[in-house]
């Protein structure tokens, strides 16, 4: 029975362009395991060695021999051809490149097409003998395929030309090009050399905090992930990763980026995502994210994909998020293990954020599903948050003894024209690991100099720094002196830049 199992095992159809054959496809065989003819095809194949494909069609599948050399019209020459798994029948109308790292990755030219019949004494492939005649545009006349294995269950036959007017007409070796569109190895190559991206490390667009969710459908929502905002620009085999100050991560999600090279092939794309680890009930944390790249175990991180930006070469930015979603989604189809699509809904904004609020989720992100990509914070986008929670400069801290890592409390602000704005302390979810982390971090920032325009009121002993570290930090309000109530350290931002920290709840 012909089976295109084999076909199918060897070959990632989410990454090569050739037809896929019906999984486990069985087709009824004849007698003589050659049919009545049918279709057949000859490909010049680029791949680690340059080498022709004989294909013919039979029994639902096209039966199939490599051919190093080729045919040839000439008598004295036999052609090794081995028996190579059978093919779909809609390959005989493949012509393009297997992308680099697949089964036979190279370029694939139709060499010659036609159609064949069997000969009237033929016997079948199962006699070890297979004679037939070829109408083709370069191929003519008739021809033998010879077993010449130890058992018929062997792959090498050789093939040859058989006496008729053709013998002798012509020299086979002298075509190079695609009997169909007359293109030649080096014109697929060009053809299908990936594309540059239009961009590079942009910056991303930030949605704004707002309390009131809008009615209607105009907005589209998706879960607001919490994690380091992340975008990868990926071509020629190469991803970067970028955070949303421009800082370059691929280091600390090599593998991520690793991923995501393998799964682009041919393509180059500039993705928009978040970078979380979702713990066992799916939530994303962001205190596991920090711990798992300090301890540089990743292997748990995924890379969850909500915008494309670019996709070969083309600048998708000025397209509607709701378009350039529905490409995402295709791109991301079968998209492997880590890199996850997230997905959205239409309207429904008030029942989105009501069942994010009762799983416990940081909030829900709409976006107007007619707006473009723009590198600014603009109300096309807005966050609706379940709690109250955003980053916050770290410019100092009261001394403990009774902890640790010697800390109190760290003392938070925001920057407003150019002023860094105390708005009050955490001195709850650092345990004394991360303590300890902070102690480190700290004692290179040390400064006797108060960077706070309003210094603190306190009796405590406090440890001066420079604001270069930003820390998330969720928290019940704002009171009427604008200070913080019940806040809590979630971690640090090392993706933001302090500059860029203002007060989203105030402003």
């Known amino acids: 029975m012909s089976n295109l199992k084999e076909y199918n095992k060897k070959r990632d159809f989410s990454k090569t362009s050739e037809p896929k054959g019906s999984k486990g496809q069985k087709t009824k065989t004849s007698k003589t395991n050659t ?42 020459d036999k052609r090794l051809a081995v028996r190579v798994e059978d093919h779909p029948k809609e390959y005989a109308n493949f012509e393009g490149v297997i992308p680099k790292g697949e089964y036979g990755a190279g370029e694939v030219l139709i060499w010659d097409t036609g159609v064949w019949h069997p000969a009237k004494e033929n016997k079948g492939l199962n006699s070890g003998v297979l004679k037939f005649t070829l109408k083709g545009k370069r191929l003519k006349g008739d021809w033998a395929l010879i077993n010449i294995s130890k058992t018929k269950d062997e792959n090498n036959w050789i093939i040859i030309k058989e006496h008729d007017k053709y013998l002798n007409s012509d020299d086979l070796t002298k075509y190079k090009t695609s009997i169909k569109t007359g293109k030649t190895f080096l014109d697929l190559k060009k053809e299908n050399k ?26 589209l929502y998706e879960i607001k992930y919490d994690g380091y905002r992340i975008l990868a620009y990926t071509e020629a085999n190469n991803t970067t ?49 920090q711990n798992s790249i300090r301890k540089k175990q990743t292997n748990m991180v995924s890379y969850v994909v909500f915008d494309l930006l670019a996709l070969n070469g083309k600048d998708m930015r000025a397209l509607p998020i709701i378009e350039r979603k529905a490409e995402l989604e295709k791109l991301l189809k079968n998209a492997p293990a880590g890199i996850v699509y997230s997905s959205h809904t239409i309207g429904k904004g008030k029942q989105c954020f009501n069942l994010a609020k009762r799983m416990g989720l940081e909030g829900i992100i709409g976006k107007e599903k ?20 955003q980053e916050f400069v770290i410019a100092g801290y009261t001394k403990s003894d009774k902890t640790a890592g010697g800390i109190g409390a760290i003392l938070l602000g925001y920057y407003f024209n150019k002023y860094l704005i105390y708005c009050g302390r955490a001195g709850t979810g650092f345990d004394a690991e991360e303590s300890k982390i902070l102690k480190s971090k700290f004692s290179k ?9 309003n210094p603190p009121k ?44 203002v007060n989203e709840y105030l402003n």
């Open 194 to 219: 990936p594309k540059r991206n239009p961009f590079k490390c942009i910056k991303p667009m930030l949605a704004k905090l707002v309390e009131k969710i809008p009615n209607g459908n105009n907005y």
């Open 458 to 501: 306190t009796k405590d002993d406090v440890v001066w720094l420079s604001p270069k570290l930003v820390a998330e930090i969720q928290f019940a309000e704002f009171t009427n002196e604008k200070q913080l109530r019940q806040a809590s350290y979630k971690g640090l931002r090392v993706d933001k830049n302090p500059q860029d920290v």
């Open 241 to 289: 990763l970028y955070t949303r100050n421009g800082v370059d991560f691929t280091a600390k999600f090599a593998g991520i980026a690793s991923v995501l090279s393998e799964f682009a092939g041919n393509n180059s794309f500039v993705l928009d995502g978040e970078m979380v680890v979702f713990d066992k009930n799916g939530k994303t944390d962001f205190q596991t994210l």
């Open 370 to 389: 007619n707006s473009k990509y723009l590198s600014t914070r603009s109300g096309d986008w807005i966050k609706i948050k379940c709690y109250k929670r």
């Open 445 to 453: 920032l040390k400064t006797t100099k108060c960077p706070f325009k």
């Open 35 to 76: 049919g009545e003819g049918g279709v057949f095809v000859v490909q010049y194949h680029s791949a680690s060695r340059v080498h022709f494909d004989l294909r013919l069609e039979m029994d639902g599948v096209l039966a199939s021999w490599a051919v190093p050399k080729g045919l040839s019209y000439f008598a004295q």
